[in-house]
């Protein structure tokens, strides 16, 4: 009997009792898919099961929002909520709306455009001490908003800011992260290449950022600009620092009083949970008209 023949049972054998790999990556992919899945259903209901509750809140009476369950329906009370909402202090709320667009709307387009210039220069230019600075930058990406707001309250007052839209204004124009996200954003859209070429037409360095550079870093900007408006628009323990008069708080700060006045006056529990609804609404229009450059900004660097 030759040695092929002898050979040919062992290895029918060993096929027979090795494991199957084509088996075991389909039961690996399903785990993964499953437990990526689950995860992300996790998370969506995280953030829509809140948002559905106050939209199911706002719709109720006091009565009804105490003696039903959460998600129940009970008398449709919306747009009496609403005009509620409208004659209360004398509008005051629809005060505070505009105060809220006015911060953050201010905010994130400065702010975003000094975070952009300055994520520019840190990524194009040469100069002293660059890398420090940008250490300093990082720095402050770390150090959360409201260890600042005492040091920012005490240098307001010492030039007697306090209680001014500046006293707001001001603080949110500096922002670390949005300088880090832009020097990003410079190193993948804006060729060295196109500057130097810009400079060979006698453009200078501020002609070149503003009609190059920032053009080409507009899917960036955008993004800056939302994450900024986010920030801002719900930004409580500042406004509620520097400000005292009612006419300039903002929408968060202003329902938190009305939450204050709801402990002994249960009847405006109805207008705390219509007011924070309303209050959403602006961040909903400027995700939807803005999408397309924030997603094209969030693939940023994504191919080179």
Not at 37 to 47: D, F, K, P, Q, V
Not at 60 to 86: C, W
Not at 171 to 181: A, D, I, T
Not at 245 to 259: E, K, M, Y
Request: charged share 10%; hydrophobic share 50%.
């Amino acid at each position: 009997m030759s040695t092929s023949t002898l050979s040919r049972p062992r290895a029918a054998a060993s096929a027979h009792h090795a494991p199957r790999r084509g088996g075991s990556n389909r039961s690996g992919g399903f785990a993964s898919k499953l437990t990526v899945n689950g995860l992300l259903i996790i998370g969506s209901a995280y953030m829509v099961v809140p948002v559905l509750w106050l939209v199911f809140a706002s719709t109720k009476n006091a009565a009804d929002l105490y003696g039903t369950s959460a998600y129940a329906l009970g008398n449709f009370s919306l747009f009496e909520n609403i005009a509620n909402v409208a004659k209360q202090d004398g509008g005051l709320f629809f005060r505070w709306l505009g105060n809220s667009v006015m911060y953050a709307g201010v905010g994130a387009v400065l702010g975003s455009l000094i975070s952009v210039m300055a994520g520019y220069a840190f990524d194009k230019f040469q100069f002293r001490w660059k890398d420090s600075l940008f250490g300093f930058v990082l720095v402050g990406v770390l150090i959360p908003n409201t260890a600042t707001v005492l040091p920012m309250y005490l240098l307001a007052s010492l030039v007697g800011m306090t209680n001014t839209v500046w006293a707001v204004l001001i603080p949110v124009l500096c922002n670390p992260f949005g300088v880090y996200l832009a020097r990003v954003y410079s190193a993948s859209y804006v060729p060295a290449e196109t500057l130097e070429a810009a400079r060979m037409d006698g453009a200078g360095p501020i002609r070149s950022f503003f009609s190059l550079g920032l053009p080409m870093m507009m899917p960036g900007y955008i993004t800056i600009a939302l994450f900024q408006f986010v920030g801002v628009w719900n930004n409580f323990m500042l406004p509620l620092v520097m400000l005292q008069d009612q006419q300039l708080l903002p929408v968060s700060v202003g329902i938190s009083i009305w939450q204050g006045y709801s402990v002994p006056q249960p009847e405006f529990t109805p207008m705390v949970i219509t007011g924070s609804l309303l209050s959403i609404l602006p961040l909903l229009v400027a995700f939807i008209m803005l999408q397309r450059f924030w997603k094209s900004g969030l693939t940023a660097g994504s191919v080179k």
